[in-house]
């Protein structure tokens, strides 16, 4: 039985040329799929079923990173796909964010089940009609969801806006206060010199109109 080192130079470039081509085939198809699933669901861009351990989304990633890395095929959309998978993981292992896509999903097949009168008895829900009709009210969920989410984070923009006027109109208000203060104090020696000068002219003083003499009575 002839080895690998046995094959013919000629045969061993070959056959590397033909299992590098598969290899490229192979990234391009998983790039494709990536960017080809619905981003809203992770577990869809990193090929997993709702459900599974925190270790499986670990070793998917892993390895399927490493399949598609950027610096390891030519495949000029590799990057987005790169960055998508990335994005998905990160999601998945963020606590809440998976606890909320769970939820969805869920709320997804509830309402597929509702909508055709179905129960978790039902044969229907073996099928591959059930499947996909799940997948799709499934990204109908996580649409509303998103939706709801953008007029809520707009809102509160809005909200934050209104408050961050608020404050700009007080502080203006104080700035102008305290210009006031400091320029009723900056003209406080005028003030008091022009009203002495005023009493001064009242009373009579030297700068007051001259006395009258009397008039001796005549007789």
């Known amino acids: ?5 046995d094959t013919p130079v000629d045969t061993r470039d070959a056959l590397e040329v033909i299992e590098s081509e598969a290899k490229e085939l192979e990234k391009d198809a998983e790039i494709d799929r990536i960017l080809r699933a619905f981003r809203l669901d992770a577990y869809a861009v990193l090929g997993l079923k709702p459900g ?5 989304i670990k070793n998917t990633y892993r390895k399927k990173s490493l399949l598609i890395h950027p ?8 990057p987005d796909a790169f960055d998508r ?34 129960t978790v008895d039902s044969p229907e829900l073996k099928t591959e009609e059930f499947e996909r009709k799940w997948v799709d009210k499934t990204k109908f969920v996580l649409i509303e969801n998103e939706q709801r989410r953008q007029r809520q984070m707009k809102a509160q923009m809005q909200e934050e806006g209104r408050e961050q006027r608020r ?3 007080e502080a203006e208000a104080r700035r102008r206060k305290r210009q006031h203060e400091e320029d009723w104090e900056a003209t406080r020696d005028q003030r008091i010199s022009s009203w002495r000068q005023f009493q001064k002219k009242k009373t009579g003083g030297e700068e007051g109109p001259a006395k ?4 001796k009575p005549i007789g």
């Open 167 to 169: 404050q700009e109109q």
């Open 52 to 56: 599974v351990p925190e270790s499986d």
């Open 212 to 215: 009258k003499k009397k008039m």
């Open 85 to 118: 998978l990335k994005k998905a993981q990160t999601e998945l292992m963020d606590e809440k964010h998976r606890k909320n896509l769970d939820e969805a999903i869920a709320d997804a097949r509830m309402l597929v089940m509702r909508e055709n009168k179905w």
């Open 1 to 5: 039985m002839a080895t690998k080192d």
């Open 71 to 78: 610096d390891k095929t030519k495949n000029p959309r590799a």
